[in-house]
């Protein structure tokens, strides 16, 4: 019996632009994509996540390594499959509709001619845009226009579908309502999805799996709640968690380890492990209180109104730490308490939580 193949692989990839003293932008990628999955890709401008879906696409070509689709080789060093040719959907940031044409022109652009048309009507209506099949792109709103580029997308029923970024320009609350909706979408079309954010919330809320992408380096691969538990790298944990990355602090080969908060916790499982010199620690923003204290060890950098929870900077040390305080804990510390609390003031630290987790 065959094993079933991964829609989308991804084997030994590198990539550059131009001239082979210029830097990677992509490094060693090596990336499954399951049957219905929904994937993110994860990370700060300029890491490699467009380049990345466009060497999907076939819009680019790899320096090295190769990319399947369904078990068949679509780039390698010697072929490139042209882009028509892959089964692969695309949705861009800036919409890309045909100005032109309407929503049901848009919608049909990609099928063949002749080609039968009731699955355009049914993801016009899957999509809540059978009402507005005769207006155009500029008579439709942010919203509509990007569930139309997704009922475009779909129209020719590819098994892939690449979306770079498509809810970053849309406001709030429509951005979240289409962001949920999308896994229902991908599963009633049968296709699965690779989605390109630098949002971790966005990634962690809606994608199976998510890849986190650094410098054209892929730092993890995992499910949300692995990445949680067990982010495999600081940057991992500051960037999609926005932990606090502390140095480890050793004061000699039997001596207990610290960092800046205080002195760490070690697990059974890390008393045997042999610690590099450059290790740190991960510290969630939400296990550490803070008071006002003029004799404190941390001074109030600034701090952000987050609705439900304030967001503080705080300076100790040569570090910079962010800290989350409940917005109920806070008004249960008085008036004179919070005003206390505003840029220059010094506080005293305590964490709830100082457990060692080594991150390579």
């Given amino acids: 019996m065959l ?19 210029e830097s990677w932008t992509l490094k060693d990628i090596n990336l499954q994509l399951n ?7 994860l990370g700060p ?4 996540k467009t380049t990345l879906l466009r060497l999907i696409a076939g819009f680019e070509r790899p320096s090295r390594g190769l990319i399947r689709l ?8 010697s072929q490139n499959i042209a882009p028509e040719r892959r089964g692969v959907g695309m ?24 080609q039968d048309t009731s699955r355009a009507s049914w993801l016009l209506d899957l999509l809540g845009l059978t009402a507005l099949t005769g207006r155009y792109p500029h008579e439709l709103s942010g919203g509509q226009r990007q569930r139309l580029a997704l009922a475009r997308a779909l129209a020719p029923s590819p098994s892939v579908l690449l979306l770079d970024e498509p ?3 849309l406001d709030v609350e429509v951005r979240l309502r289409l962001r949920s909706e999308l896994p229902a979408v991908l599963n009633a079309c049968g296709a699965s999805g690779l989605l390109v954010t630098h949002d971790p919330e966005e990634a962690l809320a809606i994608c199976g799996r998510v890849a986190i992408l650094r410098e054209g380096q892929l730092h993890q691969c995992a499910t949300p709640r692995e990445l949680v538990d067990s982010p495999a790298t600081p940057f991992v944990g500051q960037f999609v968690l926005q932990r606090n ?38 510290v969630d923003p939400s296990y550490i209180d803070l008071n006002p204290d003029s004799a404190g060890n941390a001074q109030v950098m600034g701090r952000e109104f987050l609705g439900r929870k304030w967001l503080y900077r705080i300076r100790i040390g040569d570090q910079q730490l962010r800290l989350i305080r409940p917005l109920d804990e806070d008004h249960q510390m008085g008036m004179r308490c919070r005003l206390s609390l505003q ?14 987790q080594v991150a390579d």
């Fill in 35 to 41: 049957a219905g999955e929904l994937v993110g890709l």
């Fill in 45 to 48: 401008s300029g890491c490699g």
């Fill in 343 to 356: 840029q220059g003031s010094t506080v005293l630290l305590h964490p709830n939580c100082l457990s060692l």
């Fill in 167 to 169: 809810f970053s320009n």
């Fill in 3 to 21: 094993m079933e193949s991964w829609p989308v692989e991804i084997e030994g990839l590198w990539h550059r632009y131009g001239r082979e003293d």
């Fill in 70 to 77: 369904h078990g068949n080789d679509v780039a390698t060093l």
């Fill in 245 to 282: 990355v502390l140095p480890v602090l050793k004061g000699g080969p039997n001596a207990s380890l610290s960092c800046l908060l205080g002195d760490l916790e070690i697990p059974d499982s890390q008393h045997s492990v042999a610690l590099p010199d450059d290790a740190t620690v991960l």
């Fill in 91 to 114: 949705v861009f940031q800036d919409y890309a509709l045909f100005p032109h044409l309407n929503a049901w022109e848009n919608t049909c652009f990609g099928l063949r001619r002749g």
